[in-house]
C-alpha cells in the first residue's frame, strides 16, 4: 500500500474559523510533510516531521499549526485565516528523513472567505 | 545550491506522437532527480526516479528519461503520446539540506497539452 490519505478533499472556511487538515499512511514511514501549493505553482515546503517530532518549519505563520499524534497521522490545524492562504494543501511521506522518494497525498483545496 | 529549469513551461503534442520534456539541473553534489506528475485537482505521482544506478531510467506509463551529468539534463520522453498523459510534470532535484533532512527543490512545472 503506497497510499497517502488526506481529508477533507474541500474545505471553505471563513477568517475567523478553526479548522484541521488530516493525513493518513500506513506505510511505516516515519518521516512526513506538509507542502502549501497555489495555481500554476510547484508545491512549497511548509513543515517536516520526522520520528513525530517538528523537525523543519519553513517560516510559516503561527495560523498554521501541525501536529503529529502517531506515526502514520498528521493533522494541520488552520485559524484565523486570510484568503491568500487559499491554496492546494498537499501531504506527503516518506521512508525517514533522509529518503528523497516522497509519496503524496491527493490534497485539500482550501478556500478562505 | 541545487536548482533545477524546466525549459518549457507549455508543450503541446498531438496524441500518439513523441513527447519530450526538458530538465536541466545544478547541483554541488551527486543528485537525485525525479520527475513527478500531477493532473488537474489531484496530488503528485513519482514517474521515475535516478539515484546515481543506470543513467537511462523507465517510469510508469511508459515514461523515461536519460540522466546526463555532462550536460546537467535530465530529460523526460515518451515514445507516444495518450490523452490520459495531459498533467502538469515537474521535475525535482535533490538537496542534502542540513539538520538529517533532504529537502526537494521543485522546477516551475511543464503543463503539457495532448490534442487528438
Known amino acids: 500500500d503506497t497510499e497517502v490519505t488526506q481529508t477533507p478533499k474541500h474545505l471553505v472556511m471563513g477568517m475567523t474559523n478553526k479548522k484541521s487538515l488530516k493525513c493518513e499512511q500506513h506505510?511505516?514511514?516515519?518521516?512526513m510533510y506538509w507542502y502549501k501549493q497555489k495555481a500554476k505553482k510547484p508545491p512549497e515546503l511548509m513543515f517536516v516531521?520526522?520520528?513525530?517530532?517538528?523537525?523543519i518549519n519553513e517560516s510559516v505563520p503561527s495560523r498554521f499549526s501541525p501536529e503529529c499524534p502517531n506515526s502514520s497521522l498528521l493533522n494541520l490545524h488552520l485559524h484565523a485565516l486570510q484568503p491568500e492562504d487559499s491554496a492546494l494543501y498537499l501531504c506527503?511521506?516518506?521512508?525517514?528523513?533522509?529518503?528523497?522518494?516522497?509519496?503524496f497525498g491527493p490534497g485539500t483545496r482550501l478556500t478562505v472567505t | 545550491a541545487q536548482s533545477v529549469t524546466q525549459l518549457d513551461s507549455h508543450v503541446s503534442v498531438s496524441e500518439g506522437t513523441p513527447v519530450l520534456l526538458r530538465c536541466n539541473y545544478s547541483?554541488?553534489?551527486?543528485?537525485?532527480l525525479f520527475w513527478y506528475v500531477q493532473h488537474p485537482n489531484k496530488g503528485l505521482q513519482l514517474l521515475l526516479k535516478?539515484?546515481?544506478?543506470?543513467?537511462l531510467v523507465k517510469g510508469i506509463n511508459g515514461f523515461e528519461a536519460e540522466f546526463k551529468k555532462s550536460e546537467t539534463s535530465f530529460h523526460l520522453t515518451k515514445p507516444s503520446a495518450h490523452m490520459s498523459d495531459a498533467a502538469e510534470y515537474f521535475c525535482?532535484?535533490?538537496?542534502?539540506?542540513?539538520?538529517?533532512?533532504?529537502?526537494?527543490?521543485f522546477g516551475a512545472g511543464t503543463r503539457l497539452a495532448v490534442h487528438p
Open positions: 506527503a511521506s516518506s521512508q525517514d528523513s533522509r529518503t528523497y522518494e516522497q509519496y
Open positions: 535516478y539515484t546515481s544506478a543506470a543513467t
Open positions: 506505510m511505516g514511514h516515519r518521516a
Open positions: 516531521y520526522s520520528y513525530e517530532k517538528l523537525s
Open positions: 547541483s554541488s553534489y551527486s543528485p537525485s
Open positions: 525535482v532535484v535533490s538537496d542534502p539540506g542540513t539538520g538529517g533532512y533532504n529537502k526537494l527543490i
